[in-house]
């Protein structure tokens, strides 16, 4: 009885989840999806409400 065996490699598509998975939580302050934004402003806000859009 002769049986043949053959190496080889199986390749796998990468993991798109897996790898954003991967980078959020190895920088979680560089890979996130949440964007802090720091806003500030100085000076003054007038609001009138009610009336006509042409006044």
Request: aromatic share 10%; proline share 5%.
């Amino acid at each position: 009885m002769i049986t043949d065996t053959k190496e080889f490699m199986k390749h796998y598509p990468p993991d798109v989840t897996a790898m954003i998975f991967w980078l959020k939580n190895r920088q979680p302050d560089k890979w996130r999806d949440k964007i802090d934004h720091d806003v500030e402003f100085t000076g003054d806000i007038h609001i009138k409400l009610g009336g006509n859009v042409d006044d």
